[in-house]
């Protein structure tokens, strides 16, 4: 039965549309744009087979980001905590949810996702749709179980005929869901800092940048083994000393012991624009996390072997310090926390 309707709205929209629609277009009803992700100096992106990366699923992705249809009482979208002007973080240690109950983590910056094998802290989840099912439904975040976030969008005057055009398909689902918010957070690319330019030979570093540069790269730091250039991060998990017994991490994940204290390295790019950090928040500005690789590196039997072991640190002059503070900064991305394609499309 259900066929025969299909048919028959094939074969009158076949006469009605005066536009070339093929059939195959108005089976499928999508329209499938591919977007290239590719970023010149960055490796390829790898992405999921069964969520290629289209215009559509972006442009859906991005509303639904910004939506506050997404949290229990309306209030709070992904966008509350994940803020483009803070390249997609928020200034606060903790973050609070809709129930003004803060976690106990800072909310990270998204930047470049779309190359990580794993997200949160502690590496829990393996892709970013698998990311983007936790948030919607955590107690202390959205605070919405996702039978009652898909009704709502199933009811939703464009929501259905948005789906049909990213998905082919008014049948929303969770799945759908997490798949468009996954792809806006793909198109996320943060590769135009000053140090980019400077890769490109478009511009100089100062003599000061350029110092830190090299330390950043030398064994007096040690940075650069992390911290990998061009993303700025190995996509591996470390314990980079910052307590003496740690109990978090990976941990929680794996219940192995090896693994206590180690969390995901985040990228440094936009790192100017992303304070607090590390995963609970605790240094306020870039000064404190230096002054903590220079001097308060704490041992333990996790502590990753690049870090000097003698319950201390790097111990830098104050020059050297800024050096790599200056150097920090050149990573800053004015155009990606102000590129109008990742705003707010509702106040548009
Ligand atoms: C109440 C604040 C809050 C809201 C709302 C929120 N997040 Fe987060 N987000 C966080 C915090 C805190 C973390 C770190 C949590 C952790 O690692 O366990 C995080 C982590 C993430 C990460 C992991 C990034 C990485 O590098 O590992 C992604 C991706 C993300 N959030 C996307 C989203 C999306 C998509 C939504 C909306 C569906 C959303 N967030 C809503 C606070 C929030
Ligand atoms: C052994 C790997 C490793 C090395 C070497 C390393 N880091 Fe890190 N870095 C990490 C990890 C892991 C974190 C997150 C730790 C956490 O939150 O518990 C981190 C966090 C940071 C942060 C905070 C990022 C944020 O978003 O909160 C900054 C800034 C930073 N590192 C800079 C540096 C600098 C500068 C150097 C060189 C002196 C360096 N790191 C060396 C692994 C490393």
Redesign the pocket.
């Known amino acids: 039965m259900k066929r025969k309707i299909r048919f028959i709205a094939i074969v009158l929209l076949t006469f009605s549309c005066r536009d070339k629609i093929t059939i195959e277009n108005i089976v499928d009803n999508h329209r499938h744009t591919h977007t290239d992700l590719g970023t010149p100096g960055f490796p390829e992106m790898p992405i999921p087979v069964d969520n290629e990366t289209t215009e559509e699923g972006i442009a859906l992705g991005r509303k639904l980001f910004y939506d506050p249809i997404l949290s229990g009482n309306e209030t709070q979208s992904c966008a509350t905590c994940h803020q483009q002007s803070r390249a997609f973080s928020d200034n606060k240690r903790f973050s609070v949810g809709i129930d003004g109950i803060a976690g106990k983590l800072?909310a990270s910056?998204i930047i470049n996702p779309g190359w990580q094998s794993s997200a949160f802290?502690n590496g829990r989840a393996n892709s970013l749709e698998e990311q983007a099912v936790e948030p919607v439904e955590n107690p202390i975040e959205l605070h919405l179980n996702w039978e009652d976030a898909v009704d709502r969008l199933k009811r939703h005057d464009d929501y259905p005929g948005e789906f049909q055009i990213a998905f082919g398909t008014t049948h929303i689902t969770k799945d759908l869901v997490t798949k468009a918010l996954a792809q806006f957070e793909r198109s996320l690319i943060s590769n135009q800092s000053k140090f980019d330019k400077f890769l490109n030979g478009e511009i100089e570093l100062t003599p000061l940048e350029l110092a830190g540069y090299n330390l950043?790269l030398s064994e007096k730091?040690?940075?650069f083994?992390?911290?990998v250039r061009p993303l700025f991060t190995d996509d591996e998990?470390?314990n980079?000393g910052?307590d003496i017994n740690p109990d978090k991490g990976h941990f929680e994940v794996s219940s192995y012991v090896y693994d206590k204290g180690k969390?995901?390295?985040?990228t440094?790019r936009n790192?100017e624009f992303?304070a607090p950090?590390?995963?609970d928040g605790r240094f306020e500005t870039?000064e404190d996390?230096?002054d903590f690789?220079s001097d308060s590196i704490k041992t333990s039997i996790t502590v990753?072997p690049?870090?000097p072991n003698d319950n201390g640190g790097?111990h830098w002059t104050e020059l050297e310090k800024l050096q790599?503070i200056s150097f920090?900064k050149t990573l800053s991305d004015t155009s990606f926390i102000n590129n109008p394609d990742f705003s707010n499309p509702f106040v548009e």
């Open positions: 800072n910056a802290w950043f730091a040690e940075c083994h992390c911290h998990l470390h980079n910052l969390f995901r390295t985040p440094l790192i992303t950090y590390m995963h870039l996390v230096i690789y990753d690049l870090m790097f790599l920090l």
